[in-house]
């Protein structure tokens, strides 16, 4: 075979603290470069070609300069290409652990092939041949059956504690990480509060069964709080002034999830006022990292929510751009909000 494009996205640039990527200018869309499938060397190790990419908030944390901040994940460095979730399949193979047409889930490129060669790729956390018994779209493997849905299930296991009849309240709920949550409260007799940034996205987590559902832009969330009685858990993945109403409406003993804190991951963070209450309420707050999760309930979670999804048990909504062209503009949506579902970009078919 000739030469063919591989397009790839770069991080050109740091956005400045405070401020949203910028698509042409934090990132930059780049077809000069080509590849020859047939002859790329392997060097023991194995090329794909990537079909699907997961875009995720935690992303803009990594758009930094590698000294400031203390280091949860790598920063990205500029000028190289991004990097994320995704799931592709493997065109040629000199690896025992992996063979041509197997379909494999973990860090990818953002470039349509890629050639992995590193042995400890094959050994991270995420790294996975996915079976997919249930013939449910690959880009499920990147949403709902993939990192976000990862981390709805395992720490909702871990910190929720939650009983049937304990209410919940669950923010940015649309979302792959907020509606898996939703699901799992209401599979467990919780009475679910749920908040989203649109009526679109309000209709879509009720019909996921939330019992109260409300657009947080235009409603008011210590009123209705305050008129749906006081919370056992509460799903924080905004932090900012919400934390500060759900320390209010907390009953005693309440369990706090802290998965997010997307109000300051692109602004000044607000900080909450009533700290203090975690004192007398007796809360309980577990922030985590869902990769410290993995090793407990990884297994677990590839035997159970696959099959759920399949089973229309466990519902997820998706918003699909095409091409890498997209990634820029992608990962801009998430920041805001504009984004209606889990967003992915499709690389290539099949
Ligand atoms: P989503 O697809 O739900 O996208 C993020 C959403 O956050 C937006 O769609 C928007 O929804 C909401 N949002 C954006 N800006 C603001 C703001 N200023 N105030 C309130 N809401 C805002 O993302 P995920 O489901 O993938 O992730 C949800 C959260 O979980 C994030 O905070 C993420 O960082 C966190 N996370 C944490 C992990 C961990 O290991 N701790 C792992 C994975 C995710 P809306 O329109 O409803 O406002």
């Not at 909702?156 to 919940?168: C, I, L, N, R, Y």
């Not at 062209?325 to 209606?340: L, M, P, R, Y």
Request: net charge neutral; with cysteine; aromatic share 10%.
């Amino acid at each position: 075979m000739a030469p063919v494009r591989n397009a790839r996205v770069v991080f050109n640039e740091v956005p400045a603290p405070n401020t949203f990527p910028e698509p042409g200018k934090t990132t930059v869309y780049d077809d000069s470069e080509t590849i020859d499938p047939d002859t790329v060397p392997l060097n023991g190790g194995f090329l794909v070609k990537v079909l699907v990419l997961s875009i995720d908030p935690y992303m803009r944390g990594r758009m930094r300069e590698p000294h400031l901040k203390p280091r949860i994940y790598a920063s990205f460095r500029t000028h190289n290409t991004f990097t994320n979730f995704a799931v592709g399949r493997v065109l040629r193979s000199e690896h025992s652990a992996v063979k041509a047409g197997d379909h494999i889930y973990g860090h990818m490129p953002f470039q349509e092939y890629a050639v992995f060669a590193d042995p400890a790729y094959l050994g991270s956390d995420v790294f996975r041949v996915l079976e997919n018994k249930e013939c449910l779209p690959w880009s499920a493997y990147v949403g709902v059956c993939g990192m976000p849905g990862a981390t709805a299930h395992h720490a909702w296991h871990e910190f929720a504690h939650a009983k049937p009849g304990d209410t919940v309240f669950v923010t940015s709920a649309a979302g792959p990480v907020g509606s898996t949550v939703v699901q799992l409260a209401k599979a467990g007799g919780l009475k679910v509060i749920a908040s989203a940034g649109s009526d679109e996205k309000v209709a879509f987590v009720k019909s996921l069964g939330a019992d109260v559902a409300f657009n947080y832009k235009t409603g008011d969330t210590r009123a209705v709080l305050a008129r749906e009685g006081g919370i056992d858990i509460f799903w924080d993945n905004v932090g900012g002034e919400t934390l500060e109403a759900a320390l209010d409406a907390a009953k005693r003993f309440a369990r706090f999830i802290e998965c997010g804190m997307i109000s300051a991951y692109n602004a000044e963070g607000y900080a909450p006022k009533n700290l203090t209450l975690i004192v007398g309420k007796e809360i309980r707050l577990s922030g985590f990292i869902v990769g410290s999760l993995y090793h407990k309930y990884r297994d677990q979670f590839y035997k159970e929510i696959p099959a759920l999804v399949a089973a229309g048990q466990i519902k997820y909504t998706e918003d699909k751009s095409v091409g890498l062209e997209a990634a820029g503009e992608a990962i801009v949506a998430v920041q805001k909000g504009t984004n209606t579902g889990k967003k992915v970009i499709v690389v290539a078919d099949e």
